[in-house]
């Protein structure tokens, strides 16, 4: 009996000793989650490696969404219920939102790419790229952007545009083809971020004068080109061979009120808007 005892406590004792080890506590801390993100956003957001980017040739695939309203035409000068989604991807702004993940506001180099922003915040004085070029279809045909377009884009907006609160306290100057200063009156603090809001693309100046205004042309120097368009229903966008950002792997791109939904994503590097 006595070594029966012994024999069950050793048993015991091993058994313990076997058993599963206690479990970490999972919890992350708030410093850890931030460093975290910090270390996710240097390997995603590097110039040249983010996760959208693709390494290989241009895929020719395509993209089809169902509109989350009814679109009445394709105008972002006038607004209202203009066709919103893939034909973000139509047109660029000069700056525009990283976004590479819910939290990062940050704003990086668009149509313009560099900025500087004087002491006492009212002077931003802008470097535009000098390799994009307008969507190669008339009445524009592939010319190569420049600050006059950016000067012309904010007089329309000026002149009654939906985003005319936007640049009311703003006048221009334009240098050269790629260089022009914005000055304001009064300092703003979030001017650089309605600069880069969605819906402060540039437009040229022959479609305005040929057609009057962008209800149904769109023709930007974005990634996607306007291959057709049916008011309340469908727009449908085709690949811009010559867009100046490399890496998109996205061919077309349809946006239906269709009842049913159906999206088909292929790499586009901006869906932020």
Known sequence: ???????????????????????????????????????SRATSCEPGSEPWRSTGPPVRGSVQMRGHTNFEHLDWIKGGLA???????????LVELRGCDFDDASLVPSLAKSWD??????????????DVKWHNKPPVNGRQFTAEDVAFTIDLQ???????????????????PYAMVLKRTSPDPDFL???GEYRNVMVSREVK???????????????????EYR????VVAERNPDYYEKGWTAGRCRISTATRPSCFPISPPRSRH
């Open 193 to 195: 971020d309605k600069i």
């Open 83 to 93: 066709a919103n989604g893939g034909i973000a991807q139509i047109y660029n702004t």
């Open 117 to 130: 922003i004087s002491a006492d915040g009212l002077t931003y004085t802008l470097s535009l790229r000098n």
């Open 231 to 234: 008011p309340n229903q469908t």
């Open 158 to 176: 000026k002149a009654g545009g939906q985003l005319r609160s936007f640049w009311d306290d703003t006048t221009y100057e334009v240098r050269d």
């Open 209 to 227: 004068q040929q057609h009057g205004d962008f209800t149904s042309v769109a023709i930007g120097t974005g990634a996607l080109m306007l291959k």
């Open 1 to 39: 009996m006595k070594y029966a005892l012994i024999a069950w406590v050793l048993l015991r004792l091993l058994a313990a000793g076997c058993g599963p080890a206690p479990q970490r506590s999972t919890v992350i801390t708030q410093e850890q989650a931030k460093i975290d993100l910090q270390n």
